[in-house]
């Protein structure tokens, strides 16, 4: 049964010959939204590098910004997936397009973690160090692990399941939103014709939303701005320098995996990896700015649909993305944790890091994209394997939060590449946008 709205048909004679002259007059450069935020982040560093104390008053800068962007999420998730899946008509297509995105997540998420596993064990970043773990102040860790403990399989599962449909809307689990998001959709599909009423009050209320964003997206800058500042401020360059070979090893590791296993997964789609990071560039320099991958998920939605993928297709993929595929979270648990054991010198088995890649497939699950979840997913992976110290991960927490931009940079990117990728599986990509969209300039010759 087929209750999705669609625009009334416009044949020959009602259609009206289009004599609007296309807009050929060029912005001006410092118009552009990404070029405000480069600038912001260029002129955060500098503030909080030459200012350190101005770090925490700036902080609220870039936590206003997140919070106005995370007041948002939910309601775009709840009506993006909402009409996503009355869109798809029945349930049976719908099972079927989860099943594959499950499926693609799954085996590019969990080759990222074998990925950051090899590259820890060929480099081995933390080998020499000869580290002494009771030499450390663990007094920083013990919130991350507190909550890591609280990470349960049981505790999981439960924690998806909000007190009242509504409370899903107000709350910051967006695994709640899913489930709330789905349940109600289908409802809609099994009323039938009786729902249309209800399906043009969402859609017309998801453009009033994302109305909303782009008045929002207007105090990105500034967001980038007071949280750059606070980065460089209250953490300093030189915290780099004392563990330079992991953020190298993690950047590089991230960087090869975008432009290499993306990129071939894109390559075997029809589109360019770089052309794609060029189009999404705004976003990618917000998420940078912010560490973040939050902050760029509504305007991600928009540009996803504006480069030819099927709203319903993109409805699922991405909501979904930001809890279930996590790329660079998952380069980052086993880097991370392969480092720790060889500056503490404790030696890993090939079974126990079957057992670390095991434990981080099920850990990194649920872990929205948001600043500190990389290093509380670390913590639950650790505290499951015990031959790790898990009061090491003091060591890196100094430059956790230079590694979290790349962390979100590398989530953001691979989930734009699933849409893609999904959409061209179900025959719901419209190639020629894709193209216009990736290629700008030819599009307008």
């Known amino acids: ?13 009602t259609k009206k010959p289009d004599t ?19 600038v912001a982040i260029i002129l955060g560093g500098l503030v909080g590098y030459y200012y350190p104390n101005m770090a925490d008053p700036l902080k609220t800068l870039g936590d206003g910004f997140i919070k106005l962007i995370k007041m948002i999420i939910a309601p775009v998730i ?9 869109g798809m008509s029945d349930l049976k297509t719908m099972g079927k397009i989860s099943l594959k995105v499950f499926g693609y997540f799954f085996v590019v998420s969990s080759l990222a973690l074998v990925i950051g596993l090899i590259v820890a064990n060929l480099i081995q970043p933390g080998q020499g160090m000869n580290i002494n773990p009771l030499s450390l102040k ?19 599962v439960l924690d998806i399941i909000p007190d009242t449909l509504v409370s899903a809307l107000t709350g910051n689990n967006i695994l709640q939103v899913l489930l709330v998001s789905v349940l109600f959709g289908i409802g809609l599909i099994l009323i039938g014709d009786k729902a249309r ?12 939303v994302f109305k909303v964003v782009n008045i929002l997206m207007k105090a990105a800058p ?56 060029t189009y999404l560039k705004t976003e990618l320099l917000l998420v940078l700015g912010t560490s973040s991958s939050e902050s760029a998920l509504p305007s991600l939605i928009e540009k996803m649909e504006a480069a030819g993928c099927q709203r319903s297709i993109v409805g699922l993929v991405v909501p979904l993305g930001y809890s279930f595929n996590l790329d660079g979270t998952n380069i980052y648990m086993t880097l991370a944790a392969l480092f720790i054991a060889q500056a503490t ?48 991960m003091a060591l890196i927490l100094g430059v956790d939060r230079f590694m979290s931009e790349c962390r979100s940079l590398t989530n953001f990117v691979g989930n734009a590449v699933a849409t893609v990728v999904i959409s061209h599986w179900e025959g719901a990509l419209d190639k020629e ?3 216009a969209a990736l290629n700008p300039i030819k599009s307008l010759v």
């Open 345 to 392: 010198n404790t030696p890993l088995s090939f079974e126990q890091q079957a057992l670390l890649i095991g434990v981080a497939i099920l850990s990194s699950k649920g872990a929205a994209g948001v600043s500190g979840s990389g290093f509380i997913t670390l913590a639950a992976t650790l505290s499951v394997v015990p031959s790790i110290p898990i009061g090491a």
């Open 20 to 38: 609007k002259k296309p807009d050929t007059k060029k912005k001006a450069f410092f118009s552009h939204l990404y070029v405000q935020v480069i």
């Open 78 to 86: 709840f009506l993006t997936l909402v009409t996503g899946i009355v």
């Open 1 to 13: 049964m087929d209750i999705s709205v669609s625009p009334p048909p416009q044949g020959p004679d």
């Open 433 to 435: 946008k894709l193209k």
């Open 197 to 208: 009423p209800v399906i043009e009050v969402l859609t017309s209320t998801r453009q009033a």
């Open 138 to 156: 663990t007094d920083k860790i013990a919130q991350f692990a507190t909550k890591a403990h609280e990470t349960t399989l049981s505790g999981f």
């Open 222 to 277: 500034i967001g980038a701005f007071g949280a750059f500042a606070f980065t460089i401020g209250k953490f300093g360059l030189s915290a780099i320098t004392h563990l330079a070979s992991l953020v190298f090893s993690f950047y590089a590791t991230s960087l090869l995996f975008v432009l290499i296993v993306l990129g071939l997964i894109g390559l075997f789609t029809g589109f360019s990896i770089l052309k794609l990071l």
